[in-house]
């Protein structure tokens, strides 16, 4: 009797995970697909490829998954790696900063940025799609004041290993901008599994009014939430920049979308309350590894443009089935 | 032999956990105006709900014009002639009165629509009804008199034989209320049926000329106002007998615990004083609306208030945050379960550990093992039936999602526990469950403000009863003088 419902547990864990997994279930899929059709594909270099294409944007997702758990989005979060991307070169090219001091600015600016988002929105009541819009654009502006809308190239040294060091040698070393990645990853999956301000966040984004009678500080939450989202853009524009060596306008363009499909492909709930950031790394690595592979196979890139939208719908329509069946 | 436009037979409707109306039958005659009367829950609004189309009831049978009809959308029920002006008005605020009165039935010239018409239609309806106004301004500038009688032309214009009002006087100035009256019987002569909600005991008796009773959603009597006092018609709202025993405390209150002065909020609140002592059970009896809830959230700061102040243990504090207030030692079991009191989506044991996480961590960290030990020993000691403490808390009954929310409350350890309706939508069972641990709070030297619509409640237990009625303290009754009669006739 006893192992009867032993084994139903076991049975019904196993149904739990591959329902909240089943991002990774597709991405295997999609990496034996690939395989077969490209020689190229499964080997170091290009699986390592991705994963430091990956990086940036899914430091993006920690950020975005986390305002995604309280049933909110960021809309800014682009260009505002774009603007720090261009505060951190334009100090360090045209101020003589410190490369180090001006990486810190840029993730200070990337903060203020996310806290003004944050103070608006819980503060002052106005909705995220409005406040967040607005900042893209404010973003945007200012990242084309700062290059006057030319990029800004030729980084230092000193600071280059950032993006584009590996740790074990060039040939088959592990890229420091992973492991800054996953170390990323683990803090925050630490703060939102196991810590107070996690727990608050779930149950902001599962019920606000409850949490509010919780005696939780709703809005306190919030704003933090896009203040962190925010310093995250910093950071990303900081392993960006010193990867490609530039700040560019185009640096962090589209990554707020991005990140919501990531979001939602790793099955993170758009209603909130549901849903861990680790799900949302599988769904930007998982966006990556489709799109290399699709590059690989030489398939056109407008027409790749085409499906990132059919996936995004997809997968929304999937979350939507999924909700609707509980 | 009487003519009746509608009849009700054996209507039950059922929500999950309680029985909201029980085999109701009711006569409604053409052409008079009938009241419909009980207290707040008796049934009322869930009554008036099946007969707009809103709910379907398990079983039972409506017959109008001696003809069995089905009421499966308000749509339909408004197309057999049966239209209803909620409390809470649904307009199209936007809209002008001309727009709203031929909302969904637009008067056409040929395949064009018929605006100048329309106007002139409605402008001599609203004429008719004795409140002539511009028909071409938005109704959002309209007072809620004015919306409520745009409200009666857009059914007349439907045709309507029924016409039901909910408390539509609940809002009106007295003004007002003469011009709604005048409108009412108005549309009597014209043969308009009209069934009337309300709680105010003069009204019914100068408009209507039968009455029905609801208690507890079974139908107790329907008779001719002349043959009925206002006594009589009280008594049988509230019923003789208390349903069941209540838990009483061997404890004798102590100290006053928590003192409001003359608390003020604009509109809401006026100039409102009380005291709870240690130990003790202060029951809050009022209509819906009469300003309980609001001066719970007032004394929480939940909401700001005006003018008073607020003592705990003697010292005058400011309250300026509901976070304040749980720092403080009290704590609120919220009105509504379901959207305020629970994260539906959350877990029993997260839902229980919400308040008071410091409890189950250390530092800014959770201890997870922690927690679900903390949570299984409320779930057993409090009898919470879900399968175990990791299951979402949407999943629970009525019952067990409220004792959910009081374990958050016990975890805090709050001095102080203001309850909210804590019993209503739950069964019979849970809800002396609910009592015991009440009394069980004040068995701890706690203090408990309870405010409910349940008059047998507050009687049975309370140690002290205020009752409140449109934002004023109209009484302060001690245990024994406390009757449900007495509470009701200072409510009405």
Known sequence: MSQLTAGRNVKGR?????????????????????????????????????????????????????????????????????????????????????????????????????LSNGLLIAYAGI?????????????????????????????????????????????????????????????????TQRTKFGRSLYAIGGNKEAAYF????????????????????????????????????????????????????????????????????????????????MTMLNVNPFVQDVLKGVVMIGAVALDVVRNRRR | MADNILELKNITKVFPGVKALDRVSVSIQRGTVHALVGENGAGKSTLIKVLAGIYHPEEG??????????????????????????????????????????LGNLMYKGRIVDWKGMRKRAAEMLRELGVPMDVTVAVERLSVAQKQMVEICKAINRNCKVLI?????????????????????????????????????????????????????????????????????VSMMVGRAVAHDYPRSGKTPGEVVLEARNIKRKGVLNNISFQLHRGEVLGVAGLVGAGRTELARAVLGIDRIDAGEILLHGKPVRIDSFRKAIGLGLSLVPEDRKSQGLVQIATVSRNICMVNMDAVSHGFVMDAARERQVSQEYVEKMDISTPNVETEAQYLSGGNQQKVVIAKWLLEDSDIVILDEPTRGIDVGAKSEIHRLIVGLVDQGKSVLMISSE????????????VIHEGCLVGELKRGEATPERIMSLCV
Request: net charge negative; glycine share 8%.
């Open chain 2, 455 to 466: 008059l047998p409640e507050i009687v049975g237990m309370s140690d002290r009863v205020l």
């Open chain 2, 61 to 102: 049978e409506v017959f109008l014009d001696g003809v069995k009809v089905d009421l499966r959308t308000p749509y339909e029920s408004q197309q057999k002639g049966i239209s209803v002006v909620h409390q809470e008005l649904k307009m199209s605020e936007t809209l002008s009165v001309a727009e709203n009165v031929f």
């Open chain 2, 165 to 233: 009002m909910d408390e539509p006087s609940a809002t009106l100035t007295e003004k007002e209320q003469t011009l709604m009256f005048n409108t009412i019987r108005k549309l009597k002569e014209d043969g308009v049926t009209i069934i009337y909600i309300s709680h105010r005991m003069e009204e019914i008796f100068d408009l209507s000329d039968n009455v029905s009773v609801l208690r507890d959603g079974a139908h107790i009597a329907t008779l001719p106002v002349a043959n009925v006092t206002r006594d009589e018609l």
């Open chain 1, 127 to 191: 909705p995220c799609f409005i406040v967040t819009l607005g900042f893209q654009m404010i973003a945007r502006g200012s990242a084309k004041i700062i290059t006057n809308a030319s990029p800004i190239a030729g980084m230092p040294e000193e600071i280059k290993w950032i993006g584009r060091g590996f740790i074990g040698g060039n040939e088959y070393g592990f890229p420091v901008s992973v492991l800054i990645m996953l170390g990323l990853f683990l803090l925050f999956m630490f703060i």
């Open chain 1, 214 to 293: 919780a005696g939780i500080n709703v809005k306190g939450h919030r704003a933090v939430i896009y203040t962190i989202a925010g310093a995250l853009c910093g950071i990303s524009a900081v392993i960006l920049v010193t990867r490609l060596d530039s700040a560019a306008l185009t640096n962090g363009n589209l990554y707020e979308f991005d990140a919501m499909i990531a979001c939602i492909l790793g099955g993170i709930s758009l209603a909130g309350g549901r849903g861990k950031i680790i799900q949302a790394l599988f769904g930007a690595i998982f966006l990556m590894l489709f799109f290399n592979g």
């Open chain 1, 14 to 114: 196993l149904s739990k995970f591959t329902k909240d997994y089943a991002i990774v279930v597709a991405i295997l899929l999609l990496m034996v697909v690939f395989t077969f059709a490209s020689d190229y594909f499964l080997t170091y270099r290009n699986i390592r490829n991705i994963f430091m294409q990956t990086v940036s944007v899914a430091i993006v997702c920690i950020g975005q998954a986390m305002i995604v758990t309280t049933g909110e989005f960021d809309l800014s979060l682009g260009q505002n790696v774009c603007l720090t991307s261009a505060v951190m070169a334009y100090l360090i090219k045209f101020a003589g900063f410190n490369p180090w001091i001006a990486i810190l600015c840029a993730i200070l600016v990337g903060a203020m940025v996310g």
